[in-house]
């Protein structure tokens, strides 16, 4: 069982910037995916990013919402035990729940479909005031 905590959620002013955190309790795997989605009050979940990295192949891949790219990033020197989210020109379409994922072995699916990932963390709240 992989335990996933997020941190660094906060409230910031449009155009500013917060940094969230994913860690999770063990190594998920030698092959793995990880990601961040984020749910709005009466929305769906929705995926704002992911990581997937093919140990075997040497590959490290990441995936970004059209909505974020170019505003957020996943560092790559996160440790693997780690997964942070840099957030930058926030807006408040971007206040949301984020919350981390993970998938042992990177599996089958769509990196943004919820269903393809096996462990969650509680979520850390993001407020962007105008």
């Known amino acids: 069982q992989v335990q996933l905590v997020e941190s660094g959620g906060g409230s910031v002013q449009a155009g500013g910037s917060l940094r969230l955190s994913c860690k999770a309790s063990a190594y998920t795997s030698a092959n793995n995916r990880m990601a961040w989605f984020r749910q709005a009050p009466g929305k769906e979940r929705e995926g704002v990013a992911a990581?997937?990295?093919?140990?075997?192949?040497?590959?490290?891949?990441?995936y970004y919402s059209d909505s974020v790219k170019g505003r957020f990033t996943i560092p790559r020197d996160n440790a693997k035990t780690t997964m942070d989210l840099q957030m930058s020109s926030l807006g408040p379409e971007d206040t949301a729940m984020y919350y981390c994922?993970?998938?042992?072995?990177?599996?089958?699916?769509?990196?943004?479909?919820?269903?393809?990932?096996?462990?969650w963390g509680q979520g850390t709240q993001v407020t962007v005031s105008s």
């Open positions: 990581v997937f990295t093919d140990i075997h192949a040497g590959n490290i891949t990441t």
């Open positions: 994922a993970a998938r042992r072995g990177l599996g089958l699916g769509l990196w943004y479909a919820p269903a393809a990932y096996d462990y």
